[in-house]
């Protein structure tokens, strides 16, 4: 690919005749487009929401812009800047499936129901991830979100939570960051309660000082919750909810001793950090990198986010790196890597610019892994669950349904799912699957388990939009 | 080193009812699965009891199968169901929904009426429907429809749970079931069978091969070279909806089986082939495979392009190259049987029956000498239909 591209030079026929598609439209995805777009390459970028931006850069709806302005300026400018570039965008849209040859997307647009082939010569995969849960009793309550969905309320739609107060459950950096948006929004949080204990000084914690624009962010928050009162506990870990009428009670029980702990609130958020969206990496095969205890695994990615399929790209939450600036960084070089691919752009200035992003890159890969060291936490944080914690769902089925069943898998996830319908619903195993991972890893520890298997539609799609897709092939054919 | 009378090597819908069937006679058994229980052909199976006759050509399909002689064994198989059912403490999720067979021309029609000819020559019941009475029948039909018939005995059965159930059932009565245990060699000393897996070493005096797509990979191990057709075929299920389809309906003249079942959804296949076959792995989905199984759907059940598409699946089976079941001694070794090819779900309990008689060296209750492997040994390497 590259050799040919070189040999052609840089005309604008090149330009025009390869097609960059960009699945998801956050920091990452909006960056590669821009990226490439600004050299005249064209490029379709695609995502579910009804607006570019992804998590990050969210969209505040018409209401809520005009009760509490615009929300984070720069991202609005890197849309405009995407859409005035010429981008195609195709909103309301999901990947869920690609076609025999891997050279073509099947997207679904969720607002006509209608489905259609996308066909790209590189493809950049910037689809994000999603909150990991992990099961307990009364999961299920309405007063339990993730921190995501709770952050969200609170400063894209400007609603006002109920009681205005909440707690924030799990592991992570991202929950310090919730607990800021939610006190910015006045909403009492009485509580952060971390799995691990990231947050005390060690040997290893000390390696901060070398991060010390991080160190600064960390600061901030954590005088933030002192100012306003919050209770930072770690090492402590989730039981059970019960609805109380008037909010929540929730029971925790410390790691260590295994004291108990029962905190009132009136809505909670829990979630142990991120999963990638990898599934079409899984489909097209993509060599392995790292995997993790939730069952997933992340692609092995260069410096530039190129996979083991050259004309493949994986960037952002999906190669493993969290943030919205390794997203930034990620889609910049991935877009340069593909200038370099198609157009051969040389030169001191390009190079340079890709040197100041490797650098940045190392950096914040670097950061990542010092992260993931100081919230690392294995199977055994997790509780084993009580029997009538409803595991699944989509099909409710209960923990008390594994019984006799995890002696006889052998770490195959693929027969717990057959033998008790666990991952058979409309999520597709997406919210039960990573604690049905840990839940084998743990019955058998030396297994590899890998999570469900991966297959189209990797999204529920109609039935029509999938048949009327067969008319269009039989068209190709004629064309051909 | 460990001895039964009988090793089954498959455990799969066949080697879990021959199981049953065995362990029930007091017969010491052993099943060997390289993987789990019920993983390809017999968990990725719609389910499908057909009883009323078959078409003859699954998509892909080069020599069409001989739906006539199939007929005898399907009624016994029918019969055979009921019995499963009773003998059985789980729930297996048997229904006789009764099937629908539609016909979308004139010469569809016509092979309707053929074949209604020799059901009712076998004793099946069933009735022609035309246009207006099908549709009186099942409103929800496409108008592309022109005939149909209406056999009250075809359903269907929950592969997830039959197989675990029949296995549950001879683990009590005896079966030693090693999963995850797969076979490397096989040897004959004197009259005993020794097969040697990775955990360990087994003996027997009979040995019954069940395993699907691989039983012409274990029949080499003997040095019999048979020449099967293993096909990774493709299913589709819908999201939950409510009740609406009350019966199995069928195409005539191409692969298609659309039902809904207890749980709600609505499952889409009818023997369509995968991208590939990737035997012991995950055979990938074939787009083309989707969109054109899914075509027929929305074509004869529009209601269906409303539906959402919630998962699909693959998983291989046992094919040969005529289409037709496999059962039997093998020639010239005595005390090896081996059972699979066409519609070995429906016939499970058929084959299990008649594989228990042929071990204990009774007649069997029908005639199977035709459908021996002796028509696939040593015959030259045709070209494969699929690709």
């Given at each position: 690919?590259?050799?040919?591209?070189?040999?052609?030079?840089?005309?604008?026929?090149?330009?025009?005749?390869?097609?960059?598609?960009?699945?998801?439209?956050?920091?990452?995805?909006?960056?590669?487009?821009?990226?490439?777009?600004?050299?005249?390459?064209?490029?379709?970028?695609?995502?579910?929401?009804?607006?570019?931006?992804?998590?990050?850069?969210?969209?505040?709806?018409?209401?809520?812009?005009?009760?509490?302005?615009?929300?984070?300026?720069?991202?609005?400018?890197?849309?405009?800047?995407?859409?005035?570039?010429?981008?195609?965008?195709?909103?309301?849209?999901?990947?869920?499936?690609?076609?025999?040859?891997?050279?073509?997307?099947?997207?679904?647009?969720?607002?006509?129901?209608?489905?259609?082939?996308?066909?790209?010569?590189?493809?950049?995969?910037?689809?994000?991830?999603?909150?990991?849960?992990?099961?307990?009793?009364?999961?299920?309550?309405?007063?339990?979100?993730?921190?995501?969905?709770?952050?969200?309320?609170?400063?894209?739609?400007?609603?006002?939570?109920?009681?205005?107060?909440?707690?924030?459950?799990?592991?992570?950096?991202?929950?310090?960051?919730?607990?800021?948006?939610?006190?910015?929004?006045?909403?009492?949080?009485?509580?952060?309660?971390?799995?691990?204990?990231?947050?005390?000084?060690?040997?290893?914690?000390?390696?901060?000082?070398?991060?010390?624009?991080?160190?600064?962010?960390?600061?901030?928050?954590?005088?933030?919750?002192?100012?306003?009162?919050?209770?930072?506990?770690?090492?402590?870990?989730?039981?059970?909810?019960?609805?109380?009428?008037?909010?929540?009670?929730?029971?925790?029980?410390?790691?260590?001793?295994?004291?108990?702990?029962?905190?009132?609130?009136?809505?909670?958020?829990?979630?142990?950090?991120?999963?990638?969206?990898?599934?079409?990496?899984?489909?097209?095969?993509?060599?392995?990198?790292?995997?993790?205890?939730?069952?997933?695994?992340?692609?092995?990615?260069?410096?530039?986010?190129?996979?083991?399929?050259?004309?493949?790209?994986?960037?952002?939450?999906?190669?493993?790196?969290?943030?919205?600036?390794?997203?930034?960084?990620?889609?910049?070089?991935?877009?340069?890597?593909?200038?370099?691919?198609?157009?051969?752009?040389?030169?001191?200035?390009?190079?340079?610019?890709?040197?100041?992003?490797?650098?940045?890159?190392?950096?914040?890969?670097?950061?990542?892994?010092?992260?993931?060291?100081?919230?690392?936490?294995?199977?055994?944080?997790?509780?084993?669950?009580?029997?009538?914690?409803?595991?699944?769902?989509?099909?409710?089925?209960?923990?008390?349904?594994?019984?006799?069943?995890?002696?006889?898998?052998?770490?195959?996830?693929?027969?717990?799912?057959?033998?008790?319908?666990?991952?058979?619903?409309?999520?597709?195993?997406?919210?039960?699957?990573?604690?049905?991972?840990?839940?084998?890893?743990?019955?058998?520890?030396?297994?590899?388990?890998?999570?469900?298997?991966?297959?189209?539609?990797?999204?529920?799609?109609?039935?029509?939009?999938?048949?009327?897709?067969?008319?269009?092939?039989?068209?190709?054919?004629?064309?051909? | 080193?460990?001895?039964?009378?009988?090793?089954?090597?498959?455990?799969?819908?066949?080697?879990?009812?021959?199981?049953?069937?065995?362990?029930?006679?007091?017969?010491?058994?052993?099943?060997?699965?390289?993987?789990?229980?019920?993983?390809?052909?017999?968990?990725?199976?719609?389910?499908?009891?057909?009883?009323?006759?078959v078409h003859t050509r699954r998509p892909g399909q080069v020599i069409a199968l001989d739906n006539?002689?199939l007929?005898?064994?399907?009624?016994?198989?029918?019969?055979?169901?009921?019995?499963?059912?009773?003998?059985?403490?789980?729930?297996?999720?048997?229904?006789?929904?009764?099937?629908?067979?539609?016909?979308?021309?004139?010469?569809?029609?016509?092979?309707?009426?053929?074949?209604?000819?020799?059901?009712?020559?076998?004793?099946?019941?069933?009735?022609?429907?035309?246009?207006?009475?099908?549709?009186?029948?099942?409103?929800?039909?496409?108008?592309?429809?022109?005939?149909?018939?209406?056999?009250?005995?075809?359903?269907?059965?929950?592969?997830?749970?039959?197989?675990?159930?029949?296995?549950?059932?001879?683990?009590?009565?005896?079966?030693?079931?090693?999963?995850?245990?797969?076979?490397?060699?096989?040897?004959?000393?004197?009259?005993?069978?020794?097969?040697?897996?990775?955990?360990?070493?087994?003996?027997?005096?009979?040995?019954?091969?069940?395993?699907?797509?691989?039983?012409?990979?274990?029949?080499?191990?003997?040095?019999?070279?048979?020449?099967m057709n293993p096909v990774a075929i493709q299913?589709?299920?819908?999201?939950?909806?409510?009740?609406?389809?009350?019966?199995?309906?069928?195409h005539i003249a191409e692969g298609m089986s659309?039902?809904?079942?207890?749980?709600?959804?609505?499952?889409?296949g009818g023997g369509w082939p995968a991208?590939?076959l990737?035997?012991?792995?995950?055979?990938?989905?074939?787009?083309?495979s989707?969109?054109g199984n899914?075509?027929?759907?929305?074509?004869?059940?529009?209601?269906?392009?409303?539906?959402?598409?919630?998962?699909?699946?693959?998983?291989?089976l046992g094919a040969t190259a005529d289409e037709m079941p496999?059962?039997?001694?093998?020639?010239?070794?005595?005390?090896?049987?081996?059972?699979?090819g066409t519609y070995?779900?429906?016939?499970?309990?058929?084959?299990?029956?008649?594989?228990?008689?042929?071990?204990?060296?009774?007649?069997?209750?029908?005639?199977?000498?035709?459908?021996?492997?002796?028509?696939?040994?040593?015959?030259?390497?045709s070209k494969t239909a699929r690709g």
């Open positions: 690919m590259a050799d040919e591209s070189r040999l052609r030079g840089r005309s604008s026929n090149v330009k025009a005749s390869k097609h960059v598609v960009i699945i998801g439209g956050g920091p990452g995805g909006l960056a590669a487009a821009e990226t490439l777009a600004r050299k005249g390459v064209s490029v379709t970028i695609i995502d579910e929401n009804p607006d570019l931006g992804g998590q990050y850069y969210r969209r505040r709806t018409k209401g809520a812009t005009e009760l509490l302005g615009d929300y984070r300026v720069d991202g609005t400018y890197l849309i405009d800047s995407v859409k005035k570039l010429g981008c195609t965008v195709l909103t309301d849209s999901y990947v869920w499936g690609i076609a025999s040859d891997k050279r073509s997307l099947l997207i679904e647009n969720s607002l006509v129901g209608k489905s259609s082939r996308v066909s790209f010569d590189y493809l950049i995969i910037a689809s994000g991830g999603h909150e990991i849960q992990y099961p307990f009793t009364n999961w299920q309550s309405t007063k339990v979100m993730t921190p995501g969905m709770l952050s969200r309320l609170v400063t894209i739609d400007a609603i006002e939570p109920i009681g205005r107060k909440a707690i924030l459950v799990g592991s992570g950096p991202f929950l310090l960051a919730v607990a800021s948006h939610l006190i910015d929004s006045g909403v009492f949080v009485d509580g952060i309660f971390e799995l691990t204990r990231p947050y005390r000084l060690t040997k290893f914690s000390i390696l901060a000082v070398f991060f010390p624009a991080k160190c600064a962010e960390f600061l901030h928050y954590r005088l933030k919750l002192l100012k306003n009162g919050v209770k930072l506990s770690q090492g402590i870990r989730l039981r059970s909810v019960q609805d109380s009428g008037q909010g929540i009670i929730a029971a925790f029980d410390k790691k260590s001793g295994g004291k108990q702990v029962v905190v009132e609130s009136q809505l909670l958020g829990v979630g142990y950090g991120f999963r990638p969206n990898s599934e079409l990496l899984e489909i097209l095969n993509v060599e392995r990198g790292e995997s993790t205890i939730f069952g997933h695994f992340y692609p092995r990615v260069n410096r530039d986010g190129r996979t083991s399929h050259q004309n493949i790209f994986a960037i952002g939450e999906v190669s493993g790196i969290e943030g919205f600036k390794s997203a930034i960084i990620g889609g910049v070089l991935s877009g340069q890597r593909i200038l370099r691919d198609i157009l051969g752009v040389k030169g001191f200035r390009s190079m340079s610019i890709t040197l100041v992003y490797y650098v940045r890159s190392v950096y914040e890969e670097m950061f990542a892994r010092f992260l993931k060291k100081i919230y690392k936490f294995d199977l055994g944080d997790f509780p084993d669950l009580d029997p009538e914690v409803l595991l699944c769902r989509c099909e409710g089925v209960h923990a008390s349904e594994l019984d006799g069943v995890l002696s006889q898998c052998e770490s195959d996830m693929a027969y717990v799912k057959s033998e008790t319908r666990i991952g058979m619903g409309l999520c597709q195993g997406r919210m039960c699957g990573t604690a049905l991972s840990i839940i084998v890893k743990k019955n058998d520890p030396k297994s590899v388990s890998s999570g469900f298997s991966i297959r189209m539609p990797f999204r529920p799609v109609a039935i029509g939009s999938v048949a009327a897709l067969e008319s269009i092939e039989n068209r190709d054919d004629v064309d051909v | 080193m460990s001895n039964s009378d009988v090793i089954i090597i498959g455990g799969g819908i066949l080697g879990a009812a021959l199981a049953f069937e065995l362990t029930k006679e007091s017969v010491g058994v052993q099943l060997l699965d390289r993987s789990s229980i019920s993983r390809e052909g017999s968990g990725a199976t719609a389910g499908n009891l057909h009883i009323q006759a006539v002689r007929l005898p064994l399907q009624i016994a198989a029918s019969r055979l169901w009921d019995d499963v059912e009773d003998e059985l403490p789980e729930d297996i999720e048997l229904r006789r929904t009764g099937g629908l067979t539609v016909a979308e021309s004139e010469s569809q029609g016509e092979e309707i009426l053929l074949k209604r000819g020799h059901e009712i020559d076998a004793g099946i019941p069933g009735e022609i429907l035309g246009s207006d009475e099908a549709r009186r029948l099942l409103p929800d039909l496409g108008d592309s429809v022109r005939l149909a018939e209406f056999c009250p005995l075809d359903g269907y059965v929950n592969p997830l749970k039959v197989t675990p159930a029949w296995m549950r059932a001879a683990i009590r009565q005896g079966l030693i079931l090693r999963t995850h245990d797969e076979v490397l060699s096989i040897s004959k000393v004197e009259s005993s069978w020794i097969v040697k897996t990775k955990n360990g070493q087994f003996t027997c005096s009979t040995l019954v091969i069940v395993a699907g797509p691989w039983i012409d990979q274990i029949l080499s191990m003997i040095g019999v070279s048979i020449h299913m589709h299920v819908t999201e939950r909806i409510a009740p609406r389809l009350p019966f199995l309906v069928q659309i039902k809904q079942v207890s749980a709600g959804q609505v499952m889409i991208q590939n990737a035997l012991g792995k995950t055979s990938d989905i074939s787009l083309e989707m969109t899914l075509s027929q759907a929305v074509r004869i059940l529009p209601f269906l392009k409303n539906v959402r598409l919630l998962r699909s699946w693959t998983g291989a496999i059962i039997g001694e093998v020639p010239g070794h005595e005390g090896l049987f081996v059972a699979g070995a779900f429906t016939f499970a309990p058929l084959w299990a029956k008649t594989l228990l008689d042929l071990i204990l060296k009774r007649a069997p209750k029908i005639d199977v000498s035709d459908l021996g492997i002796g028509r696939l040994m040593n015959v030259n390497k």
